[in-house]
T-cell receptor, first 115, second 113 residues
Framework: AQSVTQLGSHVSVSEGALVLLRCNYS??????LFWYVQYPNQGLQLLLK??????LVKGINGFEAEFKKSETSFHLTKPSAHMRDAAEYFC?????????????FGSGTRLSIRP | DGGITQSPKYLFRKEGQNVTLSCEQN?????MYWYRQDPGQGLRLIYY???????QKGDIAEGYSVSREKKESFPLTVTSAQKNPTAFYLC????????????FGSGTRLTVV
């Protein structure tokens, strides 16, 4: 069965500092991996996705993530945090072969930005 | 522009009443999903439908019901059997594959008063 674990329910960084949000997955088959962002009282928006092409994936708003099979990780990074990055971030996994099209979401990490 | 529309944005319900949340999409997606979101618990799948006139229970279907009579619409009814219905509800859709992930609506916040 697939699962995803996000380490740290809350991360706080200073404006301009590196953002690192951690995600580890469990999958018996090659997975598709996603990062979503949710601003308060809104739905989720796709930030980026890994679909077995390049292991370093670039997304919107300056975010990127690297797929590391040996570490079963897909951590999200951004070199310099902005105040507008304050939101909840969700990592998600889906097995590549799946016809049921069910994506499994992590429990989320709330990112706060200090001025 | 194509997208998913959830209505209403905020909904208040008295205990013992059923209430229906609307979800409409114009993306021509085959699959639609309902999630419940509570603080600190991420997203939990309530029901999903991969095709018109067919749907399956998710992880927390008790106290909820759905219908899928049209491709564009997937309404969720929160029944009086749902013991703790106050939550943020999210509807999503996909083209049936998993390559592009899901497209989400903006959510409905249900409060029981």
């Amino acid at each position: 069965a697939q699962s995803v674990t996000q380490l740290g329910s809350h991360v706080s960084v200073s404006e301009g500092a590196l953002v690192l949000l951690r995600c580890n997955y469990s999958s018996s088959v090659p997975p598709y991996l996603f990062w979503y962002v949710q601003y308060p009282n809104q739905g989720l928006q796709l930030l980026l996705k890994y679909t077995s092409a390049a292991t370093l994936v670039k997304g919107i708003n300056g975010f990127e993530a690297e797929f590391k099979k040996s570490e079963t990780s897909f951590h999200l990074t951004k070199p310099s945090a902005h105040m507008r990055d304050a939101a909840e971030y969700f990592c998600a996994v889906s097995p590549e072969y799946s016809s049921a099209s069910k994506i499994i979401f992590g429990s989320g990490t709330r990112l706060s930005i200090r001025p | 522009d194509g997208g998913i529309t959830q209505s209403p944005k905020y909904l208040f319900r008295k205990e013992g009443q059923n209430v229906t949340l609307s979800c409409e999409q114009n993306l021509n997606h085959d699959a639609m999903y309902w999630y419940r979101q509570d603080p600190g618990q991420g997203l939990r799948l309530i029901y999903y439908s991969q095709i018109v006139n067919d749907f399956q229970k998710g992880d927390i279907a008790e106290g909820y019901s759905v219908s899928r009579e049209k491709k564009e619409s997937f309404p969720l009814t929160v029944t009086s059997a749902q013991k703790n219905p106050t939550a943020f509800y999210l509807c999503a859709s996909s083209d049936g594959g998993i390559y592009d992930g899901y497209t989400f609506g903006s959510g409905t916040r249900l409060t029981v008063v």
